[in-house]
C-alpha cells in the first residue's frame, strides 16, 4: 500500500473560506532555511535541493523497508519581525522560512545522511550544505484553504490574525506556515490551492 499523507492526515485538510482549528501531531522534515521572497534564487536553490533527497529517501524506504508513499507537497515556515510584511505591506524583503517537505517517521537519521550522500555523489545541489532533517511540533494551530495567487494571501492572513484568532481565545505562536498544493511554475495563479497555517495557544487575556 502506497500512503497518500494528504488523504490520512487531518493537518493536510483544509477547506476555503473556513478557518478551522486542528492539532498537528509533531513530524519530521527536510529543511532549508533563507531569507526574501520566494522569486529569490535563494528559495529557488532550496527547492532544487530538497525534491532529489525526498525522493532518494522515498525510493530506499520502498527498497529497504517495504514503505512506500507519495512524497509530500513542498511545503515553507514565513516569519517577520513585523509580521505586517505579510499582510498589509507585503515587504518581502523582510521574509525568512524555510523551505521544507514533510518525511514519514520510519525514515531514520542513517537513511537520511546516506540519502544525502547518494545525492551528493550524483550531482550536488546547490543548497546541499543548508540541508537538515529536523522535527517540528506546532500543536494546535488554525488553518484554511487559499485560492488564488500567493500575493493575494494578505487579507486572509488578516483575517485569520485579527479577526478568527483573537475572537477564539487564542494567541499567536510560533511561526506562519504555507502547503503548496501545486507548482506555480505550472498552474495558473488563480487554480494555486495553499493551506495557511498559523500556530496558536491559549490567550492570556
Known amino acids: 500500500m502506497k500512503?497518500?499523507?494528504?488523504?490520512?492526515?487531518?493537518?493536510?485538510?483544509?477547506?476555503?473560506?473556513?478557518?478551522?482549528?486542528?492539532?498537528v501531531?509533531?513530524?519530521q522534515y527536510l529543511m532549508v532555511d533563507?531569507?526574501?521572497?520566494?522569486?529569490?534564487?535563494?528559495?529557488?536553490?532550496?527547492?532544487e535541493t530538497l525534491y532529489p533527497v525526498?525522493?532518494?529517501?522515498?525510493?530506499?524506504?520502498?527498497?529497504?523497508?517495504?514503505?512506500?508513499?507519495?512524497?509530500?507537497?513542498?511545503?515553507?515556515?514565513?516569519?517577520?519581525?513585523?509580521m505586517a510584511a505579510f499582510t498589509t505591506k507585503f515587504d518581502q524583503s523582510q521574509w525568512d522560512w524555510?523551505?521544507?517537505?514533510?518525511v514519514p517517521p520510519w525514515i531514520t537519521k542513517p537513511m537520511y545522511k546516506?540519502?544525502?550522500?547518494?545525492?551528493?555523489?550524483?550531482?550536488?545541489?546547490?543548497?546541499?550544505?543548508?540541508?537538515?532533517?529536523?522535527?517540528?511540533?506546532?500543536?494546535?494551530?488554525?488553518?484554511?484553504?487559499?485560492?488564488?495567487?500567493?500575493?493575494?494571501?494578505?487579507?486572509v492572513l488578516k483575517t485569520m490574525h485579527e479577526e478568527f484568532i483573537p475572537k477564539n481565545g487564542l494567541s499567536m505562536v510560533g511561526k506562519h506556515h504555507e502547503i503548496y498544493f501545486n507548482d506555480f511554475r505550472k498552474v495558473a495563479p488563480e487554480k494555486l490551492r495553499t493551506i495557511l497555517r498559523q500556530p496558536v495557544s491559549l490567550s492570556s487575556n
Not at 98 to 102: C, F, G, R
Request: charged share 25%; with cysteine.
Open 3 to 23: 500512503v497518500d499523507f494528504k488523504k490520512t492526515l487531518d493537518s493536510y485538510k483544509a477547506k476555503r473560506n473556513h478557518y478551522s482549528i486542528i492539532d
Open 25 to 27: 501531531p509533531p513530524m
Open 34 to 47: 533563507g531569507h526574501n521572497g520566494p522569486t529569490s534564487p535563494t528559495y529557488a536553490q532550496a527547492i
Open 54 to 82: 525526498a525522493y532518494t529517501l522515498k525510493f530506499m524506504a520502498k527498497l529497504d523497508l517495504d514503505q512506500d508513499y507519495v512524497v509530500p507537497p513542498l511545503e515553507a515556515l514565513w516569519w517577520a519581525e513585523d
Open 98 to 102: 524555510t523551505a521544507m517537505i514533510m
Open 114 to 155: 546516506a540519502a544525502v550522500k547518494q545525492v551528493t555523489e550524483k550531482k550536488s545541489p546547490p543548497s546541499i550544505d543548508l540541508l537538515k532533517l529536523e522535527k517540528l511540533a506546532e500543536g494546535k494551530c488554525v488553518q484554511t484553504l487559499h485560492l488564488g495567487s500567493y500575493s493575494d494571501e494578505g487579507p
